[in-house]
Structure formats: C-alpha cells, structure tokens
C-alpha cells in the first residue's frame, strides 16, 4: 500500500479517478463493494526482476473478469512494461491469480490513449461507449483474432496442400495496429505447385463460408490478400490467382504487391505454416518506396474528395503521415503511429483534423453511427489536400 500510494502522482488520479488514492479504492470493493479478496477480487503487484513496477486490480470469478485498475509505477511507464503484464496475466492466470482468464473487460478514459495502447496490443479491442461518452469499454476474448487467422491458414492449407504453400501475416496485424471495424487482415499465399481450378473455385468463396460457420465472428469479414504461386510472384507472370479484397473475391490471372506491403512482409511478416520464401524475394528499393508514394498522391489528388461522408476519409490524413515518414526515414511505422507522429512534428497545417484522424482509427466502432464524425467527414476534403500539398514538397526534397 505504501509505495502504491506514491505512484499516484497528479497524471495517474487523472488517469484513474482514485482522487482518495489506492487504499481507499482497495477498501472500498473489499466492504462497501461485498468482495471477498482471492474470491471475486484480486490485487496483484507486478515486479521486474525485485524491483515492483506495477499494481492490477482484478474483479470476477470463473473465467470472466474485469480490470478494475492498472497503475504503473512513475518513471517506468510508456516502456511497454503495462502491456507485457497484460499478456502474462492474461496467458497464464491460473498460476498467477488461480484462475484461467476466459474474457475481460476493462473501462478506460477516452483521454487515456497510454493505456489504451498497452490494452489493445494485448489484444483488447473497442467494445461501446457509455451514454455520456466519458468512458470507453474494451473487451478481451482470447485469441479470438488468433483464433481466426489460424483457423483461415488452416482450411487454405486443406486445399492446397500438395502445392506446398507458404503463408504470411502482414499489414495492421503485425504492426500491432488492427482496428476491429475498420482495419484489414492480410495475408499472402505463395505455392509452390500451380494452383488447379478445382482449388481457386474452392478458395475463392473459403472467406464467406468460414463467415457463414461462426456469424458472430466479425473477423472473416476482414481477410483480404492473394494467393499465386512463388514463380508468378517473384517474376509477375500471368498466373492462376485468387483474390481476396474489399469489394469481393474473385479468380484473376495477376496480382500487385507495393512497394509498401513487401517491406513490411519482410521486415515485420508472421510466417503462419509452410516454408519461409522470403529469402527468395527482394527488399523495395527508396526509390521505389517513394514511387508508390508519388503514385499515392495522385490517388489522393484523384480520389479523396469522393470518400464524402465515411469514416474512410479520415484514412487519407493518415496515409499521408506514414508517406511523410517513410520519405524522412525510409521505414514505414503504424498509420495510426504515423498520425501522431505527424502531429507531435507539427507537419499538418489542420491539426485538428488529423487529431480527429486519429481519434476514429482508434476506436471507429464508437464513430461508425456518430453523425456529427461523418458530417465532418464529409467536409475534410479541403484539409486532406492541403496536407497532400505538403507531401508533395516532401517528394522535392
């Protein structure tokens, strides 16, 4: 209690609302709250090493539990420590409160973005809001998003296990970036063995019938990539391919990779089963990294003024920040990263927009119905060009 009590500096009673401090919070769902402690509450200090860093707060019984608090000792946080403790209390709770850990929840501060972040790459996503709008409900169910990349590798792995397939994880996922509503799954499926028709009419409608299995499950809906043989690929020869994008599936004869996506692929892809190829392929160039983002711009210049009233609008503001990013540093980081980044180094001339940006990427399940986001939305298209003015003078420089 004593040194808890001494992490509470002003950021964290902000943060929390324990303006009492700790111990009161402590004692209160112990008498007034009814809970019995290592029953239906639970208080756990986290240590490195012997140094203690950290104190969870945890109520509930039988596998279903809610995160009541998390504080992080001053001076350790924004190190990535909050969501390491997550992820081992989540993946081995029996031996650390006595219980398996089936589905949490926890309610954070939309203020609160610090830990926001730690609990959404622990793998809790966006639930709702409450009616006042002050408080944001997350949701853990376990490895339902594992679950399901898994589950997606596996029945491709059914069809075409003779063609000796290798298939990757790239995009949002890997970058720790995915936003349930508004993000993609991508993957890549190189073969060895050309792909039959027999197969390709198979693969092509896997996604809507792994959809119709489990209709509660919201992530088939979000697979999107290409499946071709390793040759077609390397060489971008005519193929047998199958594709999988937002506007459907279908059997096509040739499939594009940027720039973009095959350094992430390299650098940051999750190999799922099958032979890792990667040393077969080649790493994209600076000059092509800033091609694609020449040709970027022009779709933005072409394009980004008919996203009208669609949370997608707030999208360009932030592919213009990992653009801007790219071309300084030649890596490619989050787009949601990439927005804040842009902010903090003050390059976009409406600020305002791009924070808002970041804001709905963050949690779009909370603006998707919001009247006034898609309003606004609809009236950006002069801020997203200004700011493309700007990606423009970066391509000068």
């Known amino acids: ?64 539990f809610h995160i009541m608090e998390l504080l992080v000792k001053p001076g350790m946080r924004n190190k990535g420590l909050g969501t390491a403790l997550l992820h081992e209390l989540l993946s081995d709770g029996e031996s650390i409160i006595g219980s ?22 622990a793998g809790f996503v966006f639930d709702h809001s409450n009616d006042d709008g002050d408080a944001w409900y997350y949701c853990y169910t376990p490895d339902r998003l594992s679950e399901s990349i898994q589950k997606t590798a596996s029945s491709i792995v059914d069809i075409l296990h003779y063609n000796f397939p290798s298939i990757y994880l790239y995009g949002s996922v890997v970058l720790g970036d995915f936003k349930l509503g508004w993000s ?48 077609a690929f390397i060489n971008q020869k005519p193929d047998r391919v199958v594709y999988w994008g937002t506007s459907g599936q279908r059997i096509t004869d040739s499939y594009h990779f940027e720039s973009f996506s095959m350094k992430i692929l390299l650098e940051n892809g999750r190999l799922l089963c099958g032979e890792d190829v990667r040393d077969k392929l080649t790493a994209p160039t600076y000059a092509e990294l800033k091609k694609d983002i020449e040709n970027h711009l022009i779709t933005i210049r072409k394009y980004a003024h008919l996203s009208g009233n669609s949370l997608y609008s707030f999208g360009w503001m932030l592919d213009i920040s990992r653009c801007i990013y790219t071309l300084r540093t030649g890596k490619i980081i989050a787009k949601t990263a990439a927005g804040e980044w842009a902010l903090k180094e003050g390059l976009c001339p409406t600020p305002d927009t791009l924070e808002y940006a970041i804001k709905v990427r963050r949690a779009p399940r909370l603006y998707k119905d919001d009247e006034n986001a898609l309003e606004y939305a609809g009236k950006i298209a002069g801020d997203i060009q200004r700011y493309a003015d700007i990606l423009e003078n970066e391509m000068c420089i």
């Open 100 to 121: 398996r850990i089936g589905r949490s929840g926890a309610v954070i501060f939309p203020c609160n973005t610090a830990s926001q972040k730690a609990f959404e790459k």
């Open 184 to 231: 993609d799954i991508d993957i890549l499926v190189l073969t060895r063995n050309p792909i039959a028709e027999e197969q390709a009419n198979r693969l092509v409608n896997l996604r809507e019938e792994l959809r119709s299995e489990e209709p509660d499950n919201l992530y088939y809906h979000f697979f999107e990539g290409g499946m071709l043989t390793l040759d």
């Open 1 to 64: 209690m004593a040194f808890t009590e001494k992490w509470l500096d002003e950021h964290a009673v902000k943060m929390t609302g324990m303006d009492d401090g700790w111990r009161a919070f402590h004692e209160y769902w112990i008498t007034e709250g009814g809970m019995t402690p290592g029953k239906d509450y639970r208080c756990k200090v986290v240590y490195d090493g012997i140094t203690p860093f950290a104190v969870i707060a945890l109520s509930g019984s039988e596998g279903v």
